[in-house]
Structures are given as structure tokens and as C-alpha cells.
């Protein structure tokens, strides 16, 4: 069955770029349809979409973090990565990568499959 | 973006008890929703899909209701692993948006 796993540096200096991956594994990030998103949960907080990116290549972000978001996808490796610029305390949180199926219908899109998720620290 | 307003915050309940949480969106959703639940220092778990819909693995005493703006998440009987955080969550317009959560715990 397919897992995803977050990887990354858990602690990131305040105004330097968050960088992290999620590889997946038990089945190929390009086949089927699916979108597959970053989303992440401060301390004691709610869930917060950052983004994603559907198996094409074509992304879409959440307007309040997307003039500092990037979401790539690299096939060769079956990983999908964040990068998020000019990080502030305010970014420390769980980051969670997860998988949501795309149907043609637009219904059944939900959040099937999630990592394990992947403390990040903002301080210096 | 769509507000999603859960009620209550937190809960607490006897095992055996009907538990239910309400989800409420900002505007017409259809019935584009899905209600998740997270234990402490886990990711959080798909339980029901588009507003009703059980996911496949999860217990029938978990059940979801509604359309438009306003949703139910029941649990007919509570059981002690069911303490948890509950999610409702929105899809049908970006950003998707997270309820802020219902906190189940036992009396």
C-alpha cells in the first residue's frame, strides 16, 4: 500500500528557506490522479493547507502563504517537495505531506493517505 | 476562504455514549466535506468523505449528515480509543479549509 514519509532539517533559522520532502513509497507518484498537498498543524493548533500538486505538475497554494511557497514534484525519485522562503517563528509547526485522489466528477476529494509528519523549528 | 466553524471545542462523554460534533461552513458547500480524526502525535485519519461517506476500514459507529452549510459528525457509541481530536474539512472551493477541531475525551 502506499505510504508517504517527510523528511527535512527540523530546525531552520528565521529568514532562511524551509526545505522538505515527501517520498513516497508501495506505488508510483505519477500514475493515477491525484493531488498531493502539504498541510501542517502548529503546536496545540489546527490544520492549515499549504498547497499541491497534481500529478501533471500544475500546483495551487494557499493565497496566504503563496507568495512564499513552492511545491515541485520530482518523478525519478517518487518524491514531492515545499520549499517555504522567509520563514518567521510563526512557521514552526508538524508539516504533514498527504495524498487526495482527483476525480473527474470533483467529488471524493479527500485526504486519504498522510506521512508521518515532520517537526520544523524556526529559531535561531 | 470558507470558514469552518466546529462545535463544541471539546467534549467529554461516558463510554457507550451518542457523541456528536457539528461543522459549520460560511457558505454552500454542497456536499463537499470530509471529517478526519487525529490522536495525539498521529496524523490525522480519514473517516468520513463527502459529508457521509464512510471511509473503507472505519467502524459504522462513526457517521456523518449534512449538506450546504451545516454538518453532523456522530459517533453512536463512544469507545475509549475513539479519544481523539476531530477535523471537518471543506473542498469545494481553495483553499481547502480545517474546522478547528473537537476535542473527545471520557467522563
Known amino acids: 500500500q502506499v505510504q508517504l514519509q517527510e523528511s527535512g532539517p527540523g530546525l531552520v533559522k528565521p529568514s532562511q528557506t524551509l526545505s522538505l520532502t515527501c517520498t513516497v513509497s508501495?506505488?508510483?507518484?505519477?500514475?493515477?490522479?491525484?493531488?498531493w498537498s502539504w498541510i501542517r498543524q502548529p503546536a496545540g493548533k489546527g490544520l492549515e493547507w499549504i498547497g499541491r500538486?497534481?500529478?501533471?505538475?500544475?500546483?495551487n497554494y494557499n493565497p496566504s502563504l503563496k507568495s512564499r511557497v513552492t511545491i515541485s514534484v520530482d518523478t525519478s525519485k517518487n518524491q514531492f517537495s515545499l520549499k517555504l522562503s522567509s520563514v518567521t517563528a510563526a512557521d514552526t509547526a508538524v508539516y504533514y505531506c498527504?495524498?487526495?485522489?482527483?476525480?473527474?466528477?470533483?467529488?471524493?476529494?479527500?485526504?486519504?493517505?498522510w506521512g508521518q509528519g515532520t517537526m520544523v523549528t524556526v529559531s535561531s | 476562504d470558507i470558514q469552518m466553524t466546529q462545535s463544541p471545542s471539546s467534549l467529554s462523554a461516558s463510554v457507550g455514549d451518542r457523541v456528536t460534533i457539528t461543522c459549520q461552513a460560511s457558505q454552500d458547500i454542497s456536499n463537499y466535506l470530509n471529517w478526519y480524526q487525529q490522536k495525539p502525535g498521529k496524523a490525522p485519519k480519514l473517516l468520513i468523505y463527502d459529508a457521509s461517506n464512510l471511509e473503507t476500514g472505519v467502524p459504522s459507529r462513526f457517521s456523518g449528515s449534512g449538506s450546504g452549510t451545516d454538518f453532523t459528525f456522530t459517533i453512536s457509541s463512544l469507545q475509549p480509543e475513539d479519544i481523539a481530536t476531530y477535523y471537518c474539512q471543506q473542498y469545494d472551493n481553495l483553499p481547502q479549509t480545517f474546522g478547528g477541531g473537537t476535542k473527545v475525551e471520557i467522563k
Open positions: 500538486i497534481y500529478t501533471s505538475g500544475s500546483t
Open positions: 508501495g506505488g508510483s507518484i505519477s500514475s493515477g490522479s491525484y493531488y
Open positions: 498527504a495524498r487526495c485522489p482527483s476525480n473527474p466528477a470533483g467529488d471524493r476529494q479527500a485526504f486519504d493517505i
